[in-house]
């Protein structure tokens, strides 16, 4: 240094000096003790509500850390019979749900015009008034819809007196994770074969061998925490030995990695297999039970060769599962979401089921149960979810201008329904929305309207899961913390509104709030024999009730399932049909729900677009995954941007090569592809359910989602997916 | 290379050796004073919203785990609630300025806005439960608080401080009270 | 797997020594292990764009490995975190002593002391250490959610799992109010407590009769990378086999 120091620049240094003495102001730090503190707070010490979680329809029981009025952690609650201290991912990333930094924090209207994501607060009396005078003023209440998604029991009881004291139609019920996992198939199987709408329980716990027929029992499908926890114990649990996992399905999915074998059949010919194992099971009289012979005639209309030919599955693996199955103890035969996402779904669901009939498992140890009510049984207004025939019918009376106010509730049709079913155009077309969304998702963004309801740990109510434990439950729901916000509870807002519609109305809801009519709700299980805790008075019972986290039963009660004529007729061999010319699309799309994201209502919880997806280990974004055949053909390796088109639709993703998955399938992941609901989910990745053709099982009428055709074109572009395993270097993920 | 050796001299670069020595010394004061006195800073009693006098209130007889109730079972000592200061200040001493003012914000619904005195980093994980479990009382820390006015710091809390109790503990609990994952979490 | 070269060195005889065993045939891969990791111990979330380039902060992973070729293709899942090595490679190399092995057998990781060399993730054989390249954000309100029992980190701090050590210390605080020793079973790290399969358990090894204890026996088990001579802490149990 050749330059003199000048005097700024010692300044600077000598000032610089003082502050690393500690002459600079130190920050003193602040504490707010409370003003009036709660009853149970001691500064530190945590207190746990229990509550039901609401990321998906299972309603596991949870146990929620609140310290200081925060909630910090969500953990299964060990008391409550269906998931038995357990929670899956989706379930723990709740926290995320109720401190989202992009809730809707009042009441708002869009007054910049539907799309234009211009919201204004109103308040809620305001709010309530302009629902009340749209329902008043509705020429006929046929011209009220009410669209829910899987709602908690207590929201739908109200929302149907409410719905039927107006005159109006029932709730259209229906989101994609039920068409996913083939929740309305189940419901029909169920009344088709055991004259019951109760969704049959697979003892999974118990079972020696389980053929899991596409049920992706593990991941998204039913009860996935009920069915690990019972996997777990499958496997080494002792009891029984060690079962075994043969999983049917067009694609390696996780549960398929935690199988014994995965069989991969042509999409659609499942119902082949079942079909083909049955007849041997008849042909070659096996199983020790003999009570293949009372059944034959299911089989009379099927021929091994043929199942084999149609499903691709050789006679001789035909051969040995079914020697595999009739031999077992106890086996099980679980009917999957994928079946019903084909167009000859019935046919399969019955074909699945009906090998449960012919090693005589219904009812028995590592069988079939259906769910006892017990004391329940008054409270079982459960959901029956609408097929997507009947949703297209909603669907077509907006188009047609015969719906003058619909309601959107726990839903978010726009972005879970194929747009070939026409579903924005309808409701662009109804002269008001309404939605009770807690977030700006893609239907809120076309409402006019949004009553925000309380995001689930907010929020009071019960719900019966379905499907169900070992025994009868009644899962309660308690708020955790205060309502952050100026949010309002539906069932609060129903109740107010019946009261200012008043007649009828007013009649069929005549609790003051929602706690009032859950008290009056619960408290009618206070009689119980059956109840796991004992109360002598209501107050007594409510209290015990939010301890627990709602009402069960002390000991395991199920029912077992009788058969309905059904079984006496030969099972029917439905070829299925898929939509595109094979010549021009020749790969089947199998569109699938994301352990993550659900069916994409997780894509607002950053915890679970971190989440990498198990056999892909890719998170945040779409991706397509091709067999190594497939990509091999079109020139293009993990990262390259492949187009993928339908007949009525095409989206852009990279690749993945997935060695797990048939030659003719390309799966793509459900969840992103969002253009609303929040800073974690707008604007990432692509909808597959927009390359759906609207395709439907003629007899159940639920969407055949897995039933649309597709080609693929290179484009040339690489876009790198944020994986978690390092791809420079197979020496990780390539065993061999 | 070049540039230095041709260079000037060190000495040439200031205007002398004397001056330099100087300017050494006051900078050397002046981080001196510096030390001493955010150390003073550190063990005066901050400037609190409300003039709180525990000389008074211990010699009234409240004790410390009246308003302090965490100390005994939970991970913070806690400092009480505008309720429960007008538990009694609703009718005793209402006269007084600062009661008045307590009385207010308890009106309002307000919290108060206290300066923790005895606080430590957010990665230091103390509890005073194991701490009152070994018989150890409120003034071995705190010093004797019904001297002192508005509260202050007794002593420098730091690591150093802790570990010195720590390490005179029985042979047998040393280790566990020696180990950084004992308070560092 | 190659022959176990260590047994399980006894330390800390009269008190505990944490251990954790993984049954990978319960594992099913669905990554709740994952998202409480998150939630217990304030782990960031790394977004996107740095995520894709490796600097995810994962306490927990899920590996999943590919075997075979189709149609006889099949994917394993092996949880991985850390594994609490006794004769860790990421102690010694800290050059302010950040990391260490405490009498319990836990590796220690204190963040007031790191100072972000990343000596220790460097030598890790199975990384499982993870850096703070940036200052953690929790977009209000999300911070509302953060555990007080866990420090948050900042910037240029190494972390890694502690075997949920606050929970760890606060059944012990608890029981030892109460006089007794935490029982077996009575300390849940998070992923523990949320397994669905309860693939993993986590107990006290110098307990003979505890679950852990019990299970590293089976004839089932081993460690990973185990020939590098870590000791680790960790018992895996091999999957996909009866019992018989």
């Known amino acids: 240094m050749t330059q003199t120091l000048s005097r700024r620049e010692f300044l600077k240094i000598a000032a610089g000096a003082a502050g690393a003495t500690g002459l600079a102001p130190q920050g003193r730090r602040l504490v707010e003790p409370f003003a009036r503190p709660p009853e149970p707070s001691l500064g530190g010490e945590e207190a746990w509500f229990a509550s039901t979680c609401r990321q998906c329809a299972a309603g596991c029981g949870i146990l929620v850390r609140v310290l200081n009025g925060r909630a910090r952690k969500i953990e299964g609650n ?197 079909l083909g194992i049955g007849r041997v099971i008849v042909e070659e009289r096996l199983g020790h039970v003999g009570s293949h012979r009372e059944h034959a005639v299911l089989y009379q209309d099927v021929e091994v060769g043929e199942m084999a030919a149609a499903s691709e599955v050789p006679v001789e693996t035909l051969r040995r599962l079914a020697r595999i199955f009739a031999d077992a103890d106890r086996a099980v035969a679980i009917p999957g979401g994928s079946l019903s996402g084909q ?129 009868p439950v009644v899962s309660g729901q308690q708020p955790v913390v ?14 107010a509104l019946a009261q200012q519609l008043g007649g009828a109305a007013a009649e069929a809801l005549p609790w003051p709030d929602e706690m009032t009519y859950l008290q009056e709700v619960a408290t009618g299980l206070q009689g119980s024999s059956l109840s796991a805790y004992d109360a002598r008075t209501p107050a007594g019972f409510w209290a015990l009730w939010r301890q627990y986290g709602g009402w069960w039963s002390e000991h395991p009660i199920s029912l077992e399932p009788e058969t309905t004529k059904v079984v006496s007729s030969p099972l029917p061999v439905v070829q299925p049909s898929f939509d595109g010319d094979p010549s021009v699309y020749p790969y089947h799309l199998h569109p699938y729900a994301s352990i993550a994201l659900g069916d994409g209502r997780g894509a607002n919880q950053p915890w679970l677009q971190e989440t990498p997806d198990p056999m892909t ?91 649309t055709r597709v080609r693929l074109e290179a484009t040339g572009r690489r876009r790198e997916l944020a994986r978690l395993e390092s791809l420079d270097g197979e020496g990780r993920e390539h065993l061999d | 290379m070049s540039d230095s050796a041709a260079g000037t001299p060190s000495g040439r670069s200031f205007p002398s050796t004397r001056l330099l020595i100087a300017f050494l010394l006051v900078v050397g004061l002046a981080v001196v004073a510096g030390m001493l006195w955010t150390r003073a800073q550190a063990l005066a009693a901050p400037e609190q919203p409300i003039e709180y006098s525990h000389e008074i209130h211990v010699a009234a007889g409240v004790q410390c785990l009246y308003c302090h109730s965490g100390a005994l079972r939970a991970s913070t000592a806690g400092i009480p609630s505008v309720e429960k200061c007008m538990g009694c200040h609703a009718v005793i001493a209402t006269d007084e300025p600062e009661v008045q003012q307590v009385a207010s914000y308890g009106a309002q619904g307000d919290e108060i806005p206290w300066i923790p005195v005895n606080v430590q980093p957010d990665f230091v994980f103390f509890s005073h439960p194991p701490h009152l479990a070994a018989s150890l009382n409120c003034e071995t820390c705190h010093g004797d608080v019904s001297q002192m006015g508005v509260a202050r710091p007794a002593l420098r809390m730091d690591m150093g401080w802790c570990l010195k109790c720590h390490l005179e503990q029985p042979e047998e609990k040393v280790a566990r009270l020696a180990d950084c994952v004992t308070c560092h979490k | 797997m190659a022959k176990d070269v260590n047994t399980l ?130 977009p209000e309100p999300l911070g509302e959610q953060l555990n007080p029992d866990v420090t948050v980190r900042s910037r240029g701090i190494m972390e890694k799992c502690t075997f949920c050590v606050q929970r760890i210390r606060r059944v012990e605080l608890a029981t030892s109010a109460e006089g007794r020793r935490p029982t077996d079973g009575e300390i849940l790290p998070a992923c523990v407590q949320t397994c669905p399969p309860s693939a993993l358990v986590f107990g006290d090894l110098n307990d003979p009769d505890s679950r852990v204890s019990q299970m590293a026996r089976s004839r089932r088990s081993f460690r990973v990378l185990a020939e590098l001579g870590t000791d680790p802490a960790v018992v895996y149990l091999k999957g996909g086999e009866t019992n018989v």
């Open chain 1, 343 to 471: 167009t000859n779904g019935h046919a399969s669901m019955l074909a699945v089921q009906a090998l449960n009939v012919i090693a005589a498992q219904l009812g028995r140890v590592g069988g079939v149960y259906l769910s006892h009510p017990g004391s329940s049984a008054a409270l079982r207004e459960t959901p029956l979810v609408q097929s997507f025939a009947q949703v297209q019918g909603a669907i077509d009376h907006m188009r047609a201008g015969e719906v003058d106010l619909v309601i959107f509730h726990d839903t978010n049709p726009i972005f879970d329904l194929p747009p070939a079913s026409g579903i924005a155009e309808a409701v662009a077309r109804v002269p008001s929305v309404v939605s009770f969304s807690s977030f700006i998702d893609e239907i809120a963004a076309q409402s006019d309207l949004i009553l925000p309801d309380h995001t689930y740990l907010e929020s009071w109510g019960y719900q019966v899961p379905a499907p169900g434990a070992d025994r």
């Open chain 1, 78 to 274: 060990p008391l409550h019979p269906l998931n038995r201290g357990k929670l899956c991912a989706r379930g723990q990333a709740g926290l995320q749900v109720l401190y989202n930094p992009d809730r809707l924090r009042n009441a708002v209207r869009q007054t910049g015009g539907r799309g234009s994501r211009v919201f204004e607060p109103v308040g809620w009396d305001e709010a309530l008034g302009i629902l009340t005078e749209k329902i008043s003023s509705l020429s006929r209440p046929e011209r009220l819809l009410f669209f829910g998604g899987l709602m908690p029991d207590h929201v739908y009881r109200l929302a149907t007196r409410l719905l039927d004291s107006l005159g109006a139609p029932p709730p259209i019920i229906s989101d994609l994770h039920s068409a996913l996992e083939g929740r309305n198939a189940a419901q029909w199987l169920a009344q088709e074969f055991f004259g019951a709408r109760e969704l049959p329980l697979y003892d999974l716990e118990h079972s020696s061998v389980v053929l899991s027929f596409g049920a992706n029992l593990l991941e998204t499908w039913m009860s996935p925490v009920a069915q690990s926890v019972a996997y777990g114990e499958m496997r080494q649990g002792g009891a029984s030995g060690r079962g075994l996992l043969i999983q049917l399905e067009p694609r390696l999915s996780a549960t398929a990695a935690s199988a014994d074998e995965w069989i991969p059949v042509r999409p659609g010919s499942e119902g082949f297999v079942a």
């Open chain 1, 617 to 707: 280990t890719a998170r945040w974004s779409t991706w397509v995954e091709l067999s190594p055949q497939t990509a091999a053909s079109l020139g293009v390796q993990d990262g390259d941007v492949v187009r993928v088109i339908s007949s009525v639709g095409e989206i852009e993703a990279p690749v993945v090569v997935f060695p797990g998955l048939r030659p003719d399938v390309v799966a793509i992941p459900i969840g992103q592809g969002h253009t609303d609901y929040g800073r974690f989910a707008e604007g990432r990745g692509a909808n597959p359910v927009n390359l759906l053709a609207p395709a439907t099982d003629p007899v159940i009428g639920s969407l055949a989602w897995g039933a």
């Open chain 3, 9 to 138: 060195t006894e330390t800390n005889v009269g008190g505990p020594r944490w251990a954790m065993v993984v049954d990978l045939d319960r594992c099913t891969g669905c990554q709740a292990c994952l998202v409480a990791c998150h939630a217990e111990n304030n782990v960031p979330v790394a977004g996107e764009a740095q995520a894709a380039y490796g600097r995810w902060l994962h306490w927990i992973i899920v590996q999943r490995y590919w075997e075979g070729q189709y149609p006889n293709v099949k994917a394993r899942f092996t949880p991985l975190m850390c594994q609490q090595c006794t004769e860790a490679p990421c102690e010694p190399v800290c050059p302010v002593f950040a990391t260490y092995h405490n009498p319990e057998g836990l590796n220690a990781q204190i963040y007031n002391r790191c100072i972000g060399t990343r000596f220790c993730g460097n030598a890790c054989p199975y990384k499982a250490r993870t850096f703070n390249w940036f200052t953690p954000e929790f």
């Open chain 1, 482 to 495: 205060r309502p952050l916000y100026d949010t309002r509870s539906t069932g609060d807002v129903l109740m």
